[in-house]
Protein backbone atom coordinates (compact mmCIF):
# COMPACT_ATOMS: atom_id res chain seq x y z
CA UNK A 1 0.00 0.00 0.00
CA UNK A 2 1.23 3.17 -0.84
CA UNK A 3 2.12 6.10 2.11
CA UNK A 4 -0.58 8.59 -0.08
CA UNK A 5 -3.41 5.25 0.23
CA UNK A 6 -2.49 4.87 4.24
CA UNK A 7 -2.36 8.63 5.00
CA UNK A 8 -5.40 9.03 3.24
CA UNK A 9 -7.15 6.30 5.55
CA UNK A 10 -5.80 7.31 8.76
CA UNK A 11 -7.36 10.63 7.88
CA UNK A 12 -10.18 9.60 6.72
CA UNK A 13 -10.18 7.25 10.23
CA UNK A 14 -9.96 10.16 12.30
CA UNK A 15 -12.39 12.23 10.77
CA UNK A 16 -14.82 9.58 10.95
CA UNK A 17 -13.95 9.36 14.63
CA UNK A 18 -14.16 12.96 14.99
CA UNK A 19 -17.74 13.29 13.29
CA UNK A 20 -18.80 10.17 15.23
CA UNK A 21 -18.23 11.91 18.44
CA UNK A 22 -19.89 14.79 17.61
CA UNK A 23 -22.88 13.58 16.58
CA UNK A 24 -23.13 11.30 18.99
CA UNK A 25 -23.17 7.90 17.01
CA UNK A 26 -20.82 5.15 17.64
CA UNK A 27 -18.13 4.34 14.77
CA UNK A 28 -20.33 1.27 13.65
CA UNK A 29 -23.90 3.56 13.50
CA UNK A 30 -21.47 6.36 11.60
CA UNK A 31 -19.53 3.47 8.83
CA UNK A 32 -23.27 2.11 8.39
CA UNK A 33 -24.67 5.50 7.35
CA UNK A 34 -21.05 6.34 5.15
CA UNK A 35 -21.03 2.71 3.42
CA UNK A 36 -24.84 3.64 2.39
CA UNK A 37 -24.29 7.18 1.01
CA UNK A 38 -20.86 5.89 -0.74
CA UNK A 39 -22.66 2.20 -2.23
CA UNK A 40 -23.95 1.98 -5.66
CA UNK A 41 -27.04 1.65 -5.88
CA UNK A 42 -30.37 1.12 -8.25
CA UNK A 43 -29.70 4.67 -9.90
CA UNK A 44 -26.52 3.87 -10.74
CA UNK A 45 -27.27 0.13 -12.09
CA UNK A 46 -30.00 2.18 -14.95
CA UNK A 47 -27.17 4.37 -15.81
CA UNK A 48 -24.52 1.52 -16.09
CA UNK A 49 -27.09 -0.12 -18.81
CA UNK A 50 -25.60 2.98 -20.95
CA UNK A 51 -22.06 1.41 -21.19
CA UNK A 52 -21.24 0.50 -24.74
CA UNK A 53 -21.00 1.85 -28.11
CA UNK A 54 -24.13 3.95 -29.73
CA UNK A 55 -25.04 5.35 -33.21
CA UNK A 56 -26.80 8.96 -32.55
CA UNK A 57 -29.30 10.40 -34.31
CA UNK A 58 -29.13 14.51 -33.42
CA UNK A 59 -32.24 16.47 -34.76
CA UNK A 60 -31.63 20.87 -33.61
CA UNK A 61 -33.65 23.64 -34.32
CA UNK A 62 -32.01 27.54 -34.62
CA UNK A 63 -35.06 28.61 -33.63
CA UNK A 64 -38.92 28.16 -32.08
CA UNK A 65 -41.15 26.82 -35.10
CA UNK A 66 -37.94 26.29 -37.36
CA UNK A 67 -37.13 23.81 -39.68
CA UNK A 68 -35.12 20.74 -38.32
CA UNK A 69 -31.53 19.97 -39.25
CA UNK A 70 -30.07 16.47 -38.53
CA UNK A 71 -26.74 15.13 -38.35
CA UNK A 72 -25.00 11.58 -36.98
CA UNK A 73 -23.12 10.10 -34.61
CA UNK A 74 -21.70 7.88 -32.39
CA UNK A 75 -21.13 7.82 -28.35
CA UNK A 76 -19.70 5.54 -26.49
CA UNK A 77 -20.40 5.26 -22.18
CA UNK A 78 -18.17 3.48 -20.12
CA UNK A 79 -18.78 2.81 -16.44
CA UNK A 80 -16.34 4.02 -13.51
CA UNK A 81 -15.57 4.35 -9.89
CA UNK A 82 -17.03 1.12 -9.20
CA UNK A 83 -20.54 1.76 -11.07
CA UNK A 84 -20.82 4.47 -9.33
CA UNK A 85 -20.48 6.71 -12.62
CA UNK A 86 -20.67 6.77 -16.21
CA UNK A 87 -18.62 8.53 -18.28
CA UNK A 88 -19.64 9.56 -22.14
CA UNK A 89 -17.77 10.51 -25.45
CA UNK A 90 -19.95 11.74 -28.27
CA UNK A 91 -18.70 12.50 -32.01
CA UNK A 92 -20.51 14.28 -34.62
CA UNK A 93 -20.73 17.78 -36.61
CA UNK A 94 -23.08 20.58 -36.41
CA UNK A 95 -23.70 22.47 -39.38
CA UNK A 96 -21.00 20.58 -41.12
CA UNK A 97 -18.60 21.64 -38.40
CA UNK A 98 -16.49 18.62 -36.15
CA UNK A 99 -18.07 18.12 -32.43
CA UNK A 100 -16.83 16.63 -30.09
CA UNK A 101 -18.33 16.41 -26.52
CA UNK A 102 -17.37 14.52 -23.09
CA UNK A 103 -20.05 14.32 -19.97
CA UNK A 104 -20.06 12.52 -16.58
CA UNK A 105 -23.42 11.37 -15.02
CA UNK A 106 -24.16 9.93 -11.57
CA UNK A 107 -26.40 9.59 -8.78
CA UNK A 108 -25.94 11.72 -5.58
CA UNK A 109 -27.29 9.36 -2.72
CA UNK A 110 -26.52 11.94 -0.21
CA UNK A 111 -28.85 14.51 -2.42
CA UNK A 112 -31.51 11.77 -3.82
CA UNK A 113 -30.37 13.90 -6.68
CA UNK A 114 -28.76 13.01 -10.41
CA UNK A 115 -25.76 14.91 -11.23
CA UNK A 116 -23.89 15.44 -14.40
CA UNK A 117 -21.34 17.27 -16.57
CA UNK A 118 -20.81 18.30 -19.83
CA UNK A 119 -17.97 19.81 -22.17
CA UNK A 120 -17.41 20.28 -25.65
CA UNK A 121 -15.61 21.89 -28.65
CA UNK A 122 -17.80 24.87 -29.00
CA UNK A 123 -17.24 26.33 -25.96
CA UNK A 124 -14.24 27.00 -23.21
CA UNK A 125 -16.91 26.28 -20.05
CA UNK A 126 -18.11 23.47 -18.49
CA UNK A 127 -21.67 23.09 -17.48
CA UNK A 128 -22.70 21.32 -14.23
CA UNK A 129 -26.20 19.97 -14.01
CA UNK A 130 -28.57 18.37 -10.78
CA UNK A 131 -31.18 16.64 -11.99
CA UNK A 132 -34.23 14.86 -10.24
CA UNK A 133 -36.50 11.86 -11.96
CA UNK A 134 -40.74 10.90 -10.71
CA UNK A 135 -40.20 7.41 -12.51
CA UNK A 136 -37.24 5.82 -10.65
CA UNK A 137 -34.24 6.81 -13.15
CA UNK A 138 -36.35 6.33 -16.76
CA UNK A 139 -37.09 10.15 -16.92
CA UNK A 140 -34.67 12.76 -15.54
CA UNK A 141 -34.94 16.62 -15.81
CA UNK A 142 -31.91 19.15 -15.32
CA UNK A 143 -33.05 22.38 -14.93
CA UNK A 144 -30.06 24.85 -14.93
CA UNK A 145 -28.73 28.04 -16.47
CA UNK A 146 -26.34 27.94 -19.24
CA UNK A 147 -23.97 30.87 -20.08
CA UNK A 148 -24.74 32.67 -23.46
CA UNK A 149 -21.55 33.10 -24.86
CA UNK A 150 -22.20 35.95 -26.52
CA UNK A 151 -23.62 37.73 -23.75
CA UNK A 152 -22.56 36.19 -20.81
CA UNK A 153 -25.71 36.08 -19.38
CA UNK A 154 -27.35 32.92 -18.25
CA UNK A 155 -29.97 31.47 -20.20
CA UNK A 156 -32.50 28.85 -18.63
CA UNK A 157 -31.88 25.17 -20.45
CA UNK A 158 -33.84 22.24 -19.42
CA UNK A 159 -32.02 18.84 -20.20
CA UNK A 160 -34.44 15.76 -20.62
CA UNK A 161 -32.93 11.85 -20.88
CA UNK A 162 -35.37 9.87 -21.34
CA UNK A 163 -35.04 5.71 -20.94
CA UNK A 164 -36.82 3.98 -23.61
CA UNK A 165 -35.51 0.63 -23.69
CA UNK A 166 -32.18 -1.38 -23.01
CA UNK A 167 -31.54 -0.61 -26.54
CA UNK A 168 -32.43 3.18 -26.79
CA UNK A 169 -32.23 6.36 -25.01
CA UNK A 170 -32.85 10.10 -25.82
CA UNK A 171 -31.82 13.73 -24.98
CA UNK A 172 -33.26 16.26 -25.00
CA UNK A 173 -32.05 20.00 -24.68
CA UNK A 174 -35.29 22.87 -24.22
CA UNK A 175 -33.79 26.86 -24.76
CA UNK A 176 -35.91 29.59 -23.16
CA UNK A 177 -37.73 27.81 -20.36
CA UNK A 178 -39.83 29.86 -19.08
CA UNK A 179 -40.49 32.33 -21.49
CA UNK A 180 -42.59 32.50 -24.65
CA UNK A 181 -40.00 31.71 -26.87
CA UNK A 182 -39.38 28.22 -24.95
CA UNK A 183 -38.29 25.65 -27.47
CA UNK A 184 -36.74 21.93 -28.09
CA UNK A 185 -33.07 23.03 -29.29
CA UNK A 186 -31.74 19.30 -29.87
CA UNK A 187 -32.93 16.15 -29.65
CA UNK A 188 -30.28 13.30 -29.82
CA UNK A 189 -31.57 10.08 -30.00
CA UNK A 190 -28.84 6.79 -29.07
CA UNK A 191 -29.44 3.49 -30.60
CA UNK A 192 -27.29 0.95 -29.33
CA UNK A 193 -24.28 -1.11 -31.68
CA UNK A 194 -25.15 -4.30 -32.70
Known sequence: MSKLAVL???????WNLSFAQDNGMTEDEM????LEAASPG?????????????????????????????????RTYEVLNGG?????????EMM???????????YDNSKKMYWSTWTDNMATSALYMEGTSSDSGKTVVYDTAEENLI?????????????VSDDTHVLESWHGVG????????EITCTRKK
Open 96 to 106: GIPFEAHGMTG
Open 151 to 163: TGEKDPVRFITRW
Open 31 to 34: MQKW
Open 42 to 74: PQHALLAKRAGEWDTTIKYWMEPGGEAMESHGT
Open 8 to 14: SAIVLCA
Open 84 to 92: RVVGEASYS
Open 179 to 186: TPNEFKMV
